[in-house]
Every structure is written in C-alpha cells, then in structure tokens.
C-alpha cells in the first residue's frame, strides 16, 4: 500500500487525520488535539506543516480537508455553496490552501426565520454514506447527523436539498454544567434518558427543562439519574420536532450518521416514536467523502 | 412611626429586608449581599441575626421570611402546601425558625410529566398583588411572574390553584454566557429582541436557537444585537407555550407581576400576540404578602 492522500475530519475539538492509498483504504489514521477552536490565528498552515504531516509521515502528499477548519476560525474561508448539491460540487469548489492542500467548502440551505442555515464538516461525511452503497444515491433519505449540533437532512437522488440545526448536544452541555440542572451524574442511564423522553416534546421546552429539577426536588428521583433524565428530554424534544421542521414524511426510517454512541441514543428516541433507524460510522463516511472528493479533482 | 416588624424576600441570589410600622408601611428597606447560594449550611441563622438584624436596627423584632431562604438550601426546610391555597393557608402553614423568626411555606401543584410543579417566595408576592385590590379576590387571574424561573400563575377567587415553572432566565443566562451563542452585547435592543420574537414559536427549540447563529453567520444581523434577539427568542418562546400548559383561556389579559425592567420585556412580547397585559411591582407584593401573613399570626 502506497501512502496517496492525507485526508482530514479537522473540526472545533479535534482534528482527525488519514493517510489513504490509491484505492482510498487507509493506510493509518491518527486524532491531534488541534481543533480550530484552539488555534489562534494563523496557526493552521503552520501547526497542519508541522505536527500532521510529519506525525503521519505526509510530508508532499495531496491534502484535502473538511469541517471548521474551512470557517473564519479555521485556516481560510472556504464559503457555502446553496442547496440543492451533490458530491461533485464540492469537488469542483474546493478551495487551495497551500500548495498541496485544498479545503472543502460548506453547505447553506433556507433556514428558520428567514436566516440561511449552514452547515460545515457533515456535509463530507453524508457524501461519503451515500457513496457507500450505490442504492442511497437514488430516491429520498432522510439522514441524522447528531452531535453539538445536530442536522436533519432531507437527500433526494444523491442531492443534499434541505437541512435543519438542532443546538441539542450544546443544550446538553451548557445545562449539565452550568446551570441549577448541573450534575456529575453519567448520561449512560437507560431508565433515565427513556423518563426524559416521556417528558419530552415539541413544545413549551422551557417549561419541559423544569421537570428535570422538579423531579428530583419532589424525591421522585435519584440524582444520580439527572443527565440521562436531561438527554432523554433533549434528544425527545429534537425527534419530536424535526419531522415537520425537515421536511420529514411520517414513516420514512432515519438514516443516522456520526459517532455511534450517541446515534444509538438517538436510535432509541425514534423507536420510542416508532420510527425505524439505522446506524452508520461518520468516521468511515468521512474518509469516503474525502477521497471521492480528491478523486474528482485528480488528486487520487 | 414605630418599627413592628422585620419583613425578608430572602432569595437565591439575594436578601431584600424591610422594616414596617404597625400599618404595614415601609420604614427602612435594604439589600443584603446573602442570597441562599452564597450560604455555607448553618450558616443563615448565624447572619440574620448578626447583620441583617443590627444593619436595619431590627433586633428583636417579629420577623416573617420568604423565598428560598425555606429550603433545604437556606435556614430550614419549610415545606410545600399544595394547591389550592390561599394566603390564610401560608399564614397557618408558617414554620418557626427562632424565637421571634418565622418561614413562609412554598406551594407545589400538579406539573408536568408527572412531577409536582413548586414555588418557593413568589407565592407571597402574588398574594400580596391580590390584596392590594379587593377586586382581585373575586374571579380568575391569570399572572406572570417574570425570572430565573419565571412562573405562570391561575388564581381563582384568591386562591392560586395552578402554576407553570418555565427556565427561561436560566436558559438566556447559560446560553449567554457559556455557549456557541455567548456575546457581551447589551440585552435592551428593541428591534433584535422584536426579531427574536418572530423567530420564536411553541416548538422545535434547539433549531430556533440555531437561528441566534446563522444571523449572525450569515452577516444578516451586528453581533452588538446578539443578546437582545436571544431574549426574544427565548420570552417569545415562552410566551407562546404559556397559554396552553398553564391553563389560559385565549383573550384573558396578563398581570406581570416582579421586576419592572424584565416585566416590560414580557408585556413587549405578550402584546406582539395581540394579548393586553400590566405590570406591578413585586417588591411591593412581597411586603404586603408579608405584612398580611404576619397580621393573621398576630405578629403584627
């Protein structure tokens, strides 16, 4: 196996990075603590020359690169392109870096309030799912890609048409750490994320949040069960709401793509609705995207 | 006039103490740095007596506290009376803390999800509201208490029989300070605060918080409005949720009833619905609440 394409997964924690071969199987694979969101300015170009390739031995390799790193806080504006796209129009607007290294630009749709909705990063690795089975790339999905900030994407013939952002996995967060809902507790309670989703729904959230205090004020519940109670409440609140919002048609399954911990929570709040899904590696996606990307443009 | 009473709001974040003559009329008011979350356990006993006693020349007097200062957090647990309740059921209800110090009871109603929905210091303001009117003994009201955790109120010939706790304030303080959304921008922008009420809606919470981003990604809107449009989204949001789970009929007006500055905020929002609303002080409330209950135990 001859080392062709370095291809990075370079987001706001965490940078993820590939060595592929010509057939776009990897080689080594290898995560730097170099999200964008620790950088300061300018210190892309310089940390990418002089910590990714050497740590992955890809000194003079075509590089392509998708996520934050392409935003204000990353190396270069890479822009967002409008929806409704394919595979092939990222490709074609890639943005050169340096040399050897080219950025993949985002995706804009028609958002809530009349402000376009964006995304940066997912947009690869829904790509790269599609390429992985050449059924996908005709017809309708629907796909899920959880996370800080989770997308509900609406795919129609290999097309990415609409998408809608949930701040669920940043609700999370922020309340678990810093509010009168803070807690140590782990979220990997099972009786507690489904007690949240009980309590969850598509409407009043604020008033919904409550119960998560109440709950424990009133002695019905064990503390030790708030963040898995507080993430059932989130994800039931975001799979309540994202069918209307999305453009979503009762009964279509859900493709859910990303890290497959957390898929798998959000596996559980569709069955809760009745709502079929089934789980897919963002990490594997991603390195598709990537090397279908470089392909296109002769740099694999 | 003759000092009578020693009347305390004694809250999470704060302790607002007055001194009242035997008619109920403030003679001397003041602000303590000892909110409930600022106590060390045991510790709130110790300070009523030796700083807000002396500080307003109060020794001895007959004292009757409200507001968190009841809870497990503040001097000692005084309970939840449930709803129905009036205020003759606080005064009975009252738990003697020392010798000449007594605690005013929470109340709890049926909430959602199962959970019973608490109160803890407003109680004693929203009687007092009603006591300063004789005709608002009489009939339905329908109240809004505007805060960290503001609460939405239905009061029947006296007694408050239900009420809805919404994490609004908690929500615009984390997300202002802690998330993707932070800004230090002033929050008193009419027209961002009147384009986040558009945005806002009885639903699909986490992607309308999206929109507080894509504004501003999108180069729509100055991030000098950030903090403003979030208030809106967010007193917006409640206030289309309110109606529903708080047992409102459509058409009744609002009494807002708390800080005069965010009370404004809620009747901007209320009126953008088409829905009247006034605004009365809750000091005020909660030194009449407290004069009334101290009267019926012969404290005052």
Same mark, same amino acid.
């Given at each position: 196996?001859?080392?062709?394409?370095?291809?990075?997964?370079?987001?706001?924690?965490?940078?993820?990075?590939?060595?592929?071969?010509?057939?776009?199987?990897?080689?080594?694979?290898?995560?730097?603590?170099? *999200?964008?969101?620790?950088?300061?300015?300018?210190?892309?170009?310089?940390?990418?020359?002089? &910590?990714?390739?050497? *740590?992955?031995?890809?000194?003079?390799?075509?590089?392509?690169?998708? *996520?934050?790193?392409?935003?204000?806080?990353?190396?270069?504006?890479?822009?967002?392109?409008?929806?409704?796209?394919?595979?092939?129009?990222?490709?074609?607007?890639?943005?050169?870096?340096?040399?050897?290294?080219?950025?993949?630009?985002? #995706?804009?749709?028609?958002?809530?309030?009349?402000?376009?909705?964006?995304?940066?990063? +997912?947009?690869? &690795?829904?790509?790269?799912?599609?390429?992985?089975?050449?059924?996908?790339?005709?017809?309708?999905? !629907?796909?899920?890609?959880?996370?800080?900030?989770?997308?509900?994407?609406?795919? /129609?013939?290999?097309?990415?048409? $609409?998408?809608?952002?949930?701040?669920?996995? /940043? #609700?999370?967060?922020?309340?678990?750490?810093?509010?009168?809902?803070?807690?140590?507790?782990?979220?990997?309670?099972?009786?507690?994320?489904?007690?949240?989703?009980?309590?969850?729904?598509?409407?009043?959230?604020?008033?919904?949040?409550?119960?998560?205090?109440?709950?424990?004020?009133?002695?019905?519940?064990?503390?030790?069960?708030?963040?898995?109670?507080?993430?059932?409440?989130?994800?039931?609140? /975001?799979?309540?709401?994202?069918?209307?919002?999305? *453009?979503? !048609?009762?009964? +279509?399954?859900?493709?859910?793509?990303?890290?497959?911990?957390?898929?798998?929570?959000?596996?559980?709040?569709?069955?809760? @609705?009745?709502?079929?899904?089934?789980?897919?590696?963002?990490?594997?996606?991603?390195? $598709?995207?990537?090397?279908?990307?470089?392909? &296109? @443009?002769?740099?694999?």
């Amino acid at each position: 196996m001859t080392a062709a394409l370095l291809a990075c997964d370079w987001g706001t924690t965490n940078l993820r990075a590939w060595v592929l071969d010509g057939d776009g199987v990897v080689i080594e694979g290898r995560d730097f603590d170099l *999200g964008v969101s620790r950088l300061r300015p300018g210190e892309a170009a310089e940390r990418f020359r002089d &910590q990714v390739r050497p *740590g992955l031995r890809a000194e003079g390799l075509p590089a392509v690169l998708c *996520g934050m790193i392409g935003s204000n806080l990353g190396w270069l504006t890479a822009g967002y392109l409008p929806c409704p796209a394919k595979i092939e129009d990222l490709a074609k607007g890639l943005v050169q870096a340096d040399g050897a290294a080219w950025i993949v630009p985002g #995706l804009r749709a028609e958002g809530m309030a009349g402000h376009a909705d964006v995304m940066r990063g +997912e947009e690869t &690795q829904l790509f790269g799912w599609l390429l992985a089975d050449p059924a996908r790339l005709r017809g309708r999905r !629907i796909v899920c890609h959880p996370g800080t900030h989770a997308k509900w994407v609406v795919i /129609e013939d290999g097309r990415i048409v $609409a998408f809608t952002t949930f701040m669920t996995g /940043e #609700l999370f967060a922020v309340l678990r750490q810093h509010s009168v809902l803070k807690t140590t507790a782990p979220a990997d309670d099972e009786s507690a994320f489904d007690a949240g989703l009980e309590a969850a729904g598509d409407g009043a959230f604020a008033a919904r949040l409550f119960t998560a205090r109440t709950r424990l004020v009133a002695g019905d519940a064990d503390p030790a069960s708030a963040a898995g109670y507080l993430s059932g409440l989130l994800i039931g609140g /975001e799979v309540a709401a994202a069918p209307e919002r999305a *453009g979503w !048609i009762a009964g +279509e399954p859900v493709a859910l793509v990303g890290d497959a911990r957390l898929c798998r929570w959000y596996a559980r709040a569709l069955a809760a @609705r009745g709502v079929a899904s089934d789980i897919h590696d963002g990490e594997q996606a991603a390195m $598709a995207g990537l090397a279908s990307i470089a392909r &296109q @443009r002769g740099l694999l």
